[in-house]
């Protein structure tokens, strides 16, 4: 069975840097686009950055970039998010999901049928 795993995340104060990781175990995820999504309590989840099944092409939301890069280790089954410059509004649980709707294509954006990490807090104080 496929599992998403995260790492990282934790306390941080405003200008600093966290890295979040997601491994798959079960099977390989090389073929699907990953993404990191997140979410502040009492609201929808928010998309924050995907990564082509190839690595070559990254999305982002306006808010994150220049400040946040996602990129994937295909051999290691593993996709990361480096943040940088942090904010306290990008305080929240954060998520790497797997698309598995479709392999081999441009990210389709997220689905609550996708495969999902168990999510990290993210905490950037003042």
């Known amino acids: 069975q496929i599992q998403l795993v995260q790492s990282g995340g934790g306390l941080v104060q405003a200008g600093g840097s966290l890295r979040l990781s997601c491994a798959a175990s079960?099977?390989?995820?090389?073929?699907?686009?990953m993404g990191w999504i997140r979410q502040v309590l009492g609201k929808e989840r928010e998309f924050v950055a995907a990564?082509?099944?190839?690595?070559?092409?990254?999305y982002y939301e306006d808010s994150v970039k220049g400040r946040f890069t996602i990129t994937r280790d295909n051999a290691e089954d593993t996709v990361y998010l480096q943040m940088n410059s942090l904010k306290p509004e990008d305080t929240a649980v954060y998520y790497c999901?797997?698309?598995?709707?479709?392999?081999?294509?441009?990210?389709?954006?997220?689905?609550?049928?996708?495969?999902w990490g168990q999510g990290s807090q993210v905490t950037v104080s003042k």
């Open positions: 999901e797997a698309a598995l709707r479709t392999t081999m294509a441009p990210y389709p954006g997220f689905s609550e049928d996708d495969l």
């Open positions: 079960g099977r390989t995820v090389s073929p699907y686009t």
């Open positions: 990564v082509s099944w190839t690595g070559a092409t990254a």
